[in-house]
């Protein structure tokens, strides 16, 4: 891990204390002394926006209403957080837009995780959470179905940019990675998993699938996982991704709060998985959160400390802070050691050692071969890689 992080500044320090639903009188006081240090709110509102929490973080304020925020500064939160709540409802319109025109109909089994779906079943209320896209898991058999019939009907590839609705094309792109990205017709990003953890082991997508749960969002009957299940799910991910978000640390604040949590029904799905460390060290985590300088807290191990920083260097530093964490990372799957055992450490470096000898999208874009020919992709692709590699030393002149 890289050095320890330059200590949070008053505003940070205020957005960490304010990732929560509800305050209790203590952190209400925090967070007024906190807001007595406040030097720009513009800077509030843009840090709150950047790590996508900035309507939650204006109605705390609201609510609040300390001095030192004029009636100017507080009419400026206010606009940016509605432009951003009309998102967080346009995506959350599009999730449900998806199950009417194209899930039901056609019948597919799925379940969303993460982003509109979680903060319509945990959040009080659901625009409070920022939504940049839709996350959905489908069996891998259906895959095909889905995604032939979305691009015919409005929605545009992302990633990859070049895919095309004939199912051969289809097949490869999910044959070479886990996740294929569409864009909506009104612009939102939907990631079609037919895997939730990089073929890692931990989930089976069948099972996740045969134990969804339904409930409802504005009308339509979404499914997702059960609520100790997506628990332990995202203390997976976001701890993959060291906590770079805010309203990641909304999330594990939202889910403990709701009727359905039960923390020992929890734990129990943790240690299944095999991530029961994970699982503790994000409470700890959680629980240090809850005064304005967790770094000072009692309740911090050496592993829920070493979260601490590494959420303070990415919430600092930004997108290249946590790159630079992750280039770090022992595994594709876990951000730390102490999540990780030799077998995977050394899986994982084999995959890294492997991966760029397989066959990319890009490949079957240069040459579309039917199945039985793929194999040639393994023989052309290092003499493309090397024809790359000399255009690129060498451009012409």
Not at 100 to 105: K, R, T, Y
Not at 235 to 249: A, D, K, M, V
Not at 270 to 281: D, K, P, Q, V
Request: glycine share 4%; charged share 20%.
């Amino acid at each position: 891990m890289p050095a320890e992080p330059d200590r949070p500044d008053a505003t940070l320090r205020l957005l960490i204390l304010l990732a929560r639903l509800e305050l209790s009188e203590a952190q209400r006081e925090a967070a007024l002394t906190l807001c007595n240090r406040i030097e720009a709110w513009h800077e509030v509102a843009s840090q709150a926006e950047r790590k996508l929490m900035l309507p939650l973080v204006y109605r705390h304020l609201h609510e609040l209403s300390p001095p030192t925020l004029s009636p100017a500064d507080a009419a400026h939160l206010h606009q940016r957080a509605l432009s951003l709540v009309q998102v967080n409802l346009l995506v959350a319109g599009e999730q449900q837009r998806l199950v009417v025109e194209i899930l039901d109909p056609l019948d597919i089994p799925y379940l969303f995780f993460k982003g509109p779906a979680l903060a319509a079943r945990y959040y009080d209320e659901q625009a409070m959470r920022s939504c940049r896209d839709i996350d959905l898991l489908v069996p891998r058999h259906r895959c095909v179905e889905l995604l032939e019939f979305a691009l015919r009907h409005g929605y545009r590839p992302l990633a990859p940019e070049a895919l095309t609705p004939d199912r051969q094309s289809l097949e490869f792109a999910l044959s070479a990675k886990t996740v294929v990205s569409l864009v909506s017709p009104s612009g939102v990003c939907i990631e079609v998993h037919h895997e939730i953890d990089r073929g890692a082991g931990i989930y089976q997508s069948d099972a996740l699938l045969d134990s969804r749960v339904a409930h409802r969002a504005g009308g339509t009957l979404l499914y997702s996982m059960p609520t100790s299940e997506l628990f332990v799910y995202i203390c997976l991910h976001h701890t993959r991704h060291y906590w770079s978000h805010l309203h990641w640390l909304v999330d594990l604040d939202a889910i403990q709060r709701h009727p359905d949590f039960d923390a020992a029904a929890a734990y129990a799905c943790a240690e299944r998985r095999g991530l029961a460390s994970t699982f503790n060290a994000c409470l700890e985590f959680y629980r240090a959160l809850a005064a304005p300088e967790p770094e000072h807290s009692s309740h911090l191990s050496p592993r829920s400390r070493e979260m601490l920083e590494a959420c303070f260097t990415t919430l600092q530093g930004g997108l290249e802070a946590e790159r630079a964490l992750l280039r770090q990372r022992p595994t594709l799957q876990f951000g730390f050691t102490w999540q990780t055992h030799l077998a995977n450490r050394w899986t994982s470096r084999l995959r890294k050692w492997a991966s760029p000898l397989q066959p990319g999208y890009i490949d079957y874009q240069f040459l579309p071969l039917p199945s039985r020919w793929q194999w040639l992709y393994y023989v052309i692709r290092p003499y493309r890689a090397l024809a790359k590699r000399r255009r690129a030393r060498w451009p012409a002149q």
